[in-house]
């Protein structure tokens, strides 16, 4: 209740939710002592597989027996998972504190909630000055709160797409402006470049980091990965081969995460062993990531059949969630609910052979699009139904044995599934 009532204040330390400047948190940083510039960061910059890239990432770490801070956007379940020093959550307690002074060092400045959160993780990450910190970058980057690093050990690029266009002038939203909001300030250390949905989009990337001296690594010219029979998957770069068991994960679009959190690691020669590798990808936490729910109240409503839950709620998302659906031999019936400035009808034209689409409302988001409004932008798709809420739209889907029900659409609509389970 008091961490609540902590982030009810900052919330109105700004009218804005999102207002893009870096003016107010380097001046709230240069208060408390610039502990950004005090911190070894890797910084994860893009559009999906942000927080799938620190997963991963983290989890070899760990199990290197290295200390880490995290830093990730949004949370799911609570607000803690934003802030991991030292391996773990901050307590409610511990978060409280940390909150309350910076709040007192900010002394009533307008800043925006990320950027005083932003802010906070620097402060306290700035105790620990051996740990490497993972830092997901915000909207965008450019004018991102994360983006007041003077160095850093590498930037990582994840795949970029089409997303929170309507934070762009409408003949700026294009992929060749978000590629350059993204990486036209990464800074001069170490760039990995994920895999990208297109040739253009990497293209662009290329062209808009050319000039910036960084030691670069791209997919395919200097990573790889290859899917092989028996249950394990290949990577490669210029360090050689490693044979990998498939990690506790579920879709293509992890192990491009995976294969790029490694590139990243035996770039910077943090004393990663094959081992530390092959063992951290089989432990990945991913929260609302193509995660499966094996109990729970919700749970209960499918009773045997499959219940998986993601996030996705772009058109790079929609294409990796339905190329892991494409290789499931079964019925797959799908819930989604989405937020009001979605591209809802490019997401919902990814999804090919699904037995039913069940549109809901999301009850604790005001920003979202109601289910009926859904249900009528997805029109030109057979079998479309809505209902107002989860639990009635569970249990209006006929499931037979051996279907599969996804729930999708929307990071914040995945809180609140997970939070009714």
């Known amino acids: ?61 760990k199990e290197a027996n290295m200390k880490c801070n995290v830093y990730t956007s949004p949370h799911i379940l609570k607000i803690n998972e934003r802030f991991v020093f030292n391996n773990k959550e901050l307590s409610d307690d ?45 909207l965008f980057f ?94 490669e770069d210029k360090f050689g081969g490693l044979k990998l068991p498939m990690p506790n994960v579920l879709g293509q679009f992890q192990l491009e995460n995976i294969s790029t959190a490694i590139a990243t690691l035996r770039t910077l020669d943090l004393g990663i062993k094959d081992e530390y590798i092959q063992n951290g990808i089989k432990k990945i936490s991913s929260l609302a990531r193509l995660q499966e729910i094996k109990s729970g109240k919700l749970k209960q409503l499918v009773k045997n059949n499959k219940l998986i839950i993601d996030g996705s709620h772009n058109e ?23 937020m009001a400035n979605k591209e809802h009808e490019k997401y919902i034209s990814y999804f090919k052979d699904i037995s039913s689409i069940t549109t809901i409302d999301l009850k604790t988001q005001p920003n979202s699009i109601s289910g009926k409004d859904l249900k009528d932008k997805f029109k030109s798709i057979p079998n479309v139904q809505y209902q107002p809420d989860i639990k009635q739209a569970i249990k209006s889907i006929d499931l037979k044995e051996g279907d599969l029900l996804l729930i999708t659409g929307s990071l914040y609509g995945a809180a609140e599934i997970l939070n009714l389970n």
Request: net charge neutral; with cysteine.
């Open 94 to 138: 511990e978060l409280a504190d940390l909150f309350e002074e910076v709040e007192r060092i900010n002394d009533n400045n307008q800043i925006t909630v990320f950027e005083l959160l932003s802010a906070c993780f620097f402060y306290k990450a700035a105790q620990y000055p051996d740990n490497i910190n993972l830092v997901e970058a915000g």
């Open 316 to 338: 790079d998302g929609a294409r990796a969630l339905n190329d892991y659906l494409q290789i499931l031999d079964c019925n797959k019936h799908v819930i989604i609910g989405m």
């Open 1 to 61: 209740m008091k961490l609540q009532k902590i982030i009810n204040r900052l919330q109105k330390l700004h009218p804005k939710e999102i207002d893009l400047s870096l003016d107010r948190i380097k001046k709230l940083c240069k208060k408390l002592g610039n502990p950004q510039d005090k911190i070894k960061a890797i910084s994860v910059v893009g559009t999906n597989g942000k927080n799938s890239t620190i997963s991963a990432t983290f989890s070899i770490l």
């Open 142 to 235: 450019r004018f991102d709160a994360t983006n007041i690093f003077q160095k850093n050990l590498a930037s990582i690029v994840t795949s970029i797409s089409k997303d929170h266009l309507d934070w762009l002038p409408k003949n700026h939203r294009t992929i060749e402006k978000i590629v350059f909001e993204k990486t036209s300030t990464l800074l001069n250390s170490n760039i990995i470049i994920a895999k990208q949905s297109t040739t253009e989009t990497m293209d662009f990337i290329k062209k808009t980091i050319s000039q910036n001296p960084s030691n670069k690594l791209f997919f395919n010219d200097d990573f790889s990965y290859s899917v092989n029979e028996n249950d394990f998957f290949y990577f």
